[in-house]
């Protein structure tokens, strides 16, 4: 017909080829071969080529938060041991660097310990995209101080009045008289966000004092500093800090299942509503009670569920 190409446009195997008599198949030469099976061999085989390097190539890109990421990256190894021909490219940046890059076409996938925010949503909303989030887990999150610190808990209040900076000297919340030295996350941190509305709500804000540092940084800074305070998710926290219990309730697997614990931040996947067939699978596959990976302060969403269930 014309325009349309023959099936064996780009097969290897070439007329003159064919009358050489040289080339076998299963020690038939292909010479001897009907054309019409040749035909067949040539259209199948370009099409089983081209879905494997489509499959090969189709990488889900997956970008956000960072408290998120190390229990993301064991994920998607799995998920590429399961799937050798599929490819996870796994970034940080933070959860609003990640739902940026889903609304802006760089990435699949948001890696999100927070929602989004308002600036971000209006540009998806204009967009014409609607973002789905799937929770996979949660995380608790808590204050830490240096171990000298005497204190073993503080109570929301006193979180609010330290956070806020109408609290900055430890006396006054119970401890050692001292000024307070208060650190906080980067404001695209889903952890920042969960902290500020959970602790600050919506009648207060970050004190202007507060030091600016990312959640290893924020660590390093408290283990050396008896007079710091910061908060970070459980899962981060080393043996050289101390994790402050909550109004009496310290952060621990049976406290946050059981929503004992107040603080916590949801770790979502987030995508677009037309998100890829690859993309999808992924999120599916995170949700498999045995890929996804525990980490101490966390909770799977089913965990949660399922513990829900059985308190009511």
């Avoid at 190390?70 to 660097?97: K, S, W």
């Avoid at 209006?122 to 995380?139: C, F, H, I, Q, W």
């Avoid at 610190?149 to 006193?158: F, I």
């Avoid at 940084?217 to 007079?227: E, F, M």
Wanted: include cysteine.
């Amino acid at each position: 017909m014309p325009g349309r190409e023959s099936p064996e446009a780009d097969c290897p195997v070439r007329e003159g080829t064919l009358q050489s008599g040289n080339t076998f198949l299963n020690g038939i030469p292909l010479a001897r071969l009907p054309r019409y099976f040749l035909r067949l061999l040539c259209v199948a085989c370009a099409t089983l080529g081209g879905a494997a390097a489509a499959d090969q190539s189709a990488a889900v890109h997956v970008r956000g938060s960072t408290t998120f990421l190390p229990m993301a990256q064991r994920v998607a190894e799995a998920y590429m041991t399961d799937y050798p021909n599929r490819r996870i490219v796994l970034n940080g940046g933070g959860t609003q660097r990640g739902y940026k890059s889903v609304i802006d076409g760089s990435a699949d996938i948001a890696l999100a310990s927070g929602p989004v925010s308002p600036e971000l949503q209006k540009e998806a909303d204009r967009s014409g995209m609607k973002l789905v989030n799937e929770t996979a887990a949660y995380m608790a999150i808590v204050a830490v101080v240096h171990p000298s610190n005497p204190l073993s808990g503080l109570t929301r209040a006193q979180l609010k009045k330290i956070f806020s900076g109408r609290a900055g000297d430890w006396g006054g919340v119970g401890g050692r008289p001292g000024a307070i030295n208060v650190l906080v996350g980067p404001p695209s941190g889903g952890v920042t966000e969960v902290w500020k509305e959970t602790i600050l709500g919506e009648d207060a804000t970050f004190t202007p004092k507060g030091i600016v540092m990312d959640a290893r940084q924020r660590i390093a800074a408290v283990a050396a500093d008896p007079s710091a305070i910061t908060f970070v998710a459980f899962g981060s926290v080393l043996t050289n800090v101390k994790a402050l219990a909550v109004d009496g309730v310290a952060a621990n697997p049976q406290t946050l299942a059981d929503s004992r614990y107040p603080l916590r931040a949801a770790l979502m996947l987030a995508a677009s509503d037309k998100a890829s067939p690859a993309a999808k699978d992924f999120i599916r596959y995170f949700s498999l009670p045995h890929k996804g990976m525990q980490f101490a302060g966390m909770i799977k969403a089913r965990q949660q569920q399922r513990a829900e269930a059985r308190h009511e």
